[in-house]
């Protein structure tokens, strides 16, 4: 697994840039999974150490990109190569689609950073992958991430349950 050499690139946006992950992310993925939002509204993914994080980035976002060549990636201000969050294509146990994940930092939110590197994650898998049908998850309860999915274009299906406990996501998917 070549997870140390220099950050590849997948895409940029008029404002971000979205590169794979690497080991030298520790700081940040330890800092964005511990988030109240990242918590609330994604999971307790018991990453406590910084060493707890390196092999978060080894056992999903690295791994995933091992197995099915993509995955979560960093979205970084294309200005200065601030991380401010992240966004990809994911493959998950119990859905049989590939859906778009994302996750900002807070103080990135309302300034349209989430829609614009999640549009262009769509993009991305319609044209570069071809994948036909992308789909996304979100808590019942998490109304901004809603309105992402509907500005990019992806519409309600259903509410679902989903995960290890079975909670109710809502389910929204490319028409």
């Not at 988030?35 to 990453?47: K, L, M, N, Q, Y």
Request: aromatic share 10%; proline share 5%.
């Amino acid at each position: 697994m070549n997870d140390t050499s220099e950050p590849h690139i997948v895409l940029q946006t008029e404002r971000l840039v979205l590169r794979r992950f690497t080991l030298d992310d520790t700081e940040f993925i330890l800092r964005q999974v511990n988030e109240p939002s990242w918590i609330r509204f994604i999971a307790d993914s018991g990453v406590r150490t910084l060493e707890d994080a390196r092999d978060y980035l080894l056992t999903r976002p690295l791994a995933m990109y091992e197995r099915h060549g993509f995955g979560l990636w960093l979205a970084e201000l294309k200005a200065d190569g601030t991380p401010i969050g992240m966004c990809g294509l994911i493959r998950r146990d119990g859905l049989p689609d590939v859906d778009i994940g994302y996750a900002l930092l807070p103080e990135y939110w309302g300034h349209g950073y989430a829609q614009e590197a999640a549009a262009a994650t769509l993009e991305y898998g319609r044209r570069v992958l071809g994948l036909e049908r992308i789909v996304a998850i979100t808590s019942v309860d998490n109304d901004s991430s809603v309105r992402v999915l509907e500005r990019i274009g992806l519409k309600f299906e259903r509410i679902m349950p989903f995960g290890d406990d079975q909670h109710d996501v809502r389910l929204f998917a490319t028409p």
